[in-house]
């Protein structure tokens, strides 16, 4: 008897949340797909899609889609205990991370001085409310997190919610590693294999070759033979690589959750990099099966090293610290930067204070826009 395929429980269908669906509509190894969002009207249209989408492609999807608000969480947790998913897959954010891209040149880049990490507050709002109704659930399975998890997930760690691990960032680097070393070598990509510790922060200016000072470790094999001596790795992981801006960023992100969620769901053990694995900043060399996450070991490399490493770039995103407590200190100048273009003020943000600052920032943001004649409307 076939046994059937797992069911994933996927929270968020924004833009990527939606291209992540598209994709899974496309997996014979999936057996349920639930996707949830607040928009009705949206998600049912999503679902849709995604479903005549896959089964043109000659597959046969089986998804369900479930209006659902994480600031429920009673009924989410209801929900969670229900459904008893195989794996939960959480993109939800209460904005999405592009639309500064929007700004005018001489706005988007004075905004920019902020870093990243600005917008800690929403990312890190909705990620809480999912593993605060989890934990309501009583729910031991996997949890796979995409919002900014370099940090979201290690302000987690520091309450004790802290998902399985998070996806993307990191991960979505070592294909340009691997493809550059393999052009350099002249041997096949199929023989290069890296180990990278890289904070999300490392992201950008890899792709876009604005060499920084910012920590990371890197080693690359061929063959499994070390060739790292015989290739400049700050040359390689800088030189630029243009790719387009905006949402389209989502179908890279996706290949590389598609892949983790599979091999979280796999009882062999596969190798791979992710972010955040149990909470630990930046992201790793990992080893994901039977629906756990953990690092690998790296040759001359302690894992307290590797940690270190990431936690010296979080200020590159902006983020000075975080708390035993789960606060985040921002750097000064994320704060002069935010105080002189939004009015907005922040210098620490709280855990559970998360959600009424988002509302906050993301309102002042949109009056920062508006000023600059730029409507946000049809893209949130």
Same mark, same amino acid.
């Given at each position: 008897?076939? *046994? ?5 429980? +996927? ?15 496309? *997996? ?28 043109? *492609?000659?597959?046969?999807? %089986?998804?369900?889609? +479930? ?16 459904? %008893? ?14 639309? =500064? ?10 905004? $920019? ?6 917008? +800690? ?11 605060? @109704? ?31 691990? #998070? ?21 096949? &990509?199929?023989?290069? *294999? ?20 910012? =920590? ?26 243009? +790719? ?21 769901? $796999? ?10 694995? #149990?909470?630990?900043?930046? #992201? ?7 629906? $756990? ?17 990431? !936690? ?13 407590? #789960?606060?985040?200190?921002? &750097?000064?100048?994320?704060? /002069? ?9 922040? /210098?620490?943000?709280?855990?559970? @204070? ?5 509302? !906050? ?13 730029? %409507? ?5």
């Amino acid at each position: 008897m076939v *046994q059937p395929g797992p069911t994933i429980l +996927l929270i968020g269908l924004g833009h990527l949340g939606s291209v992540l669906l598209e994709l899974m509509a496309r *997996q014979e190894w999936i057996g349920r797909i639930v996707a949830c969002s607040r928009n009705r009207q949206r998600g049912e249209a999503r679902c849709n899609l995604a479903r005549l989408g896959g089964m043109a *492609q000659g597959f046969s999807p %089986d998804i369900e889609y +479930l209006q659902l608000d994480l600031a429920d969480r009673e009924r989410c947790a209801e929900t969670v205990r229900r459904l %008893d998913p195989d794996l939960v897959l959480g993109t939800a954010t209460m904005q999405t991370w592009w639309l =500064p891209e929007l700004l005018p040149d001489d706005a988007a880049q004075r905004l $920019k001085r902020a870093r990243f990490g600005m917008w +800690l507050p929403c990312h890190l709002a909705p990620t809480l409310a999912l593993m605060e @109704a989890l934990a309501e659930a009583e729910y031991a399975g996997p949890v796979l997190t995409a919002p900014f998890p370099d940090v979201v997930n290690c302000v987690l760690d520091r309450i004790e919610l802290a998902p399985t691990c #998070g996806v993307g960032n990191l991960d979505e680097i070592v294909p340009k590693i691997r493809l550059g070393a393999a052009q350099r070598l002249e041997v096949p &990509v199929e023989t290069i *294999q890296v180990q990278l510790v890289a904070h999300h922060a490392l992201e950008s200016a890899a792709f876009s070759g604005a060499a920084m000072p910012i =920590p990371y470790f890197l080693r690359i094999l061929q063959d499994g033979r070390d060739v790292t001596p015989e290739i400049n790795t700050d040359q390689l992981l800088f030189t630029p690589y243009p +790719l387009p801006g905006g949402p389209a960023i989502a179908y890279l992100t996706s290949g590389s959750t598609l892949r983790l969620v599979e091999a979280v769901l $796999k009882e062999t053990v596969t190798l791979l990099h992710a972010p955040a694995p #149990g909470g630990l900043p930046g #992201g790793y060399p990992v080893m994901a099966g039977s629906g $756990k996450v953990a690092p690998t070991a790296i040759e001359g490399l302690s894992l307290e090293e590797a940690i270190a490493i990431n !936690e010296r770039s979080h200020p590159f995103d902006g983020i000075e610290r975080i708390a035993e407590d #789960g606060t985040a200190v921002f &750097v000064g100048e994320t704060v /002069e930067t935010l105080r002189t273009e939004l009015g907005y003020d922040c /210098e620490r943000l709280e855990p559970h @204070a998360a959600e009424r600052r988002g509302n !906050e920032l993301i309102a002042r943001f949109r009056e920062y826009a508006a000023r600059h004649g730029v %409507d946000l409307e049809p893209f949130v």
